[in-house]
């Protein structure tokens, strides 16, 4: 099998599943001689709970994928043009969508036996807002094969009626001032926390970033345990059937041993009364020998 198809089968599996059936490959293609393949298996990470529900959505509701795709394309078309009417037509179809669909998932996990939380399900949420925002997100997701939930760019979600300001009209006809200054420093005020969540979200990614690469480390280092385990386990095995064939032997040489003592001294026995048979017999000849003289 190639990288494609094993990836292809791995990430079809529960996450529970996928550790040991990937270092299965990996091990089957070591012994093939393909080590460099060995290695690309090796590197194919667990998928969390929540990245798991979303390639199984894609996997087993494919007609799911197209709605998502095309109302992606029309939302950020929307954010570029800033149409205030769209965004908000746009906005409610995104919500319900995305509900609708997360709601599919967590039920496409529970009748295959592995039940998610509501915590998982806002993380598959959270992926599909991810797919709606950036088209690289988007072909991740189609591809079934995510190692972690998605995150949507900053203020994508918050494409609502509330975002798209309507100065209200000067009761004289005349532009008001104030009524124009005050959506000024709205925005401003909006500008100023949109910069403060985009520094927010960077650090948090960061952090996000820094807790996978130990959680690698954690799961590369508890593989190699259970591997020393099971070679250990091994060799455990071996010695503990060595030391039982040991005393097997023991056992026989014992009753060996048992045995042949027995027959010594059946033998030692035998052998006294034959030498005093013998004496008797030697003296008998001795008088007799004397009485014909």
Not at 15 to 35: I, L, S, W, Y
Not at 147 to 161: D, E, I, Q, R, Y
Not at 270 to 275: L, P, Y
Request: contains cysteine; proline residues 5%; aromatic residues 2%.
């Amino acid at each position: 099998m190639d990288l494609e198809s094993i990836a292809r089968e791995l990430y079809g599996l529960h996450p529970a599943d996928f550790t040991a059936a990937r270092n299965e490959h990996a091990a089957a293609a070591r012994k093939a001689g393909n080590r460099t393949l060995a290695g690309r298996i090796q590197a194919l990470r667990r998928p969390t709970l929540s990245a798991w529900a979303s390639n199984q959505l894609v996997r087993r509701q494919p007609d799911q994928v197209p709605p998502l795709i095309s109302l992606g394309e029309s939302l950020r078309q929307a954010h570029r043009e800033l149409d205030g009417e769209q965004l908000r037509e746009l906005s409610r179809q995104q919500h319900a969508l995305v509900g609708t669909v997360a709601r599919q998932a967590r039920q496409l996990a529970a009748e295959v036996g592995h039940p998610v939380s509501e915590d998982i399900q806002h993380e598959i949420e959270a992926t599909l807002h991810a797919v709606l925002a950036d088209p690289q997100a988007a072909q991740e997701w189609v591809a079934g094969q995510l190692t972690k939930p998605l995150s949507p760019p900053v203020g994508f979600t918050a494409a609502t009626a509330d975002t798209v300001p309507h100065p209200a009209p000067s009761s004289t006809g005349q532009p008001d001032t104030a009524a124009a200054e005050e959506p000024k420093k709205v925005r401003r005020e909006k500008r100023a926390q949109l910069g403060q969540a985009k520094k927010d979200a960077k650090a948090a990614e960061q952090q996000a970033l820094a807790c996978e690469e130990e959680l690698t480390q954690a799961e590369t280092d508890r593989e190699r345990a259970e591997k020393r385990l099971q070679e250990a386990e091994k060799e455990t095995a071996a010695l503990a059937e060595q030391l039982k064939q040991a005393k097997e032997r023991q056992r026989v040489a014992r009753d060996g041993e048992g045995e042949a003592r027995n027959r010594a001294r059946e033998a030692e026995t035998a052998a006294r009364k034959a030498r005093r048979h013998a004496q008797d017999a030697a003296a008998q000849t001795e008088r007799l020998a004397t009485d014909d003289t």
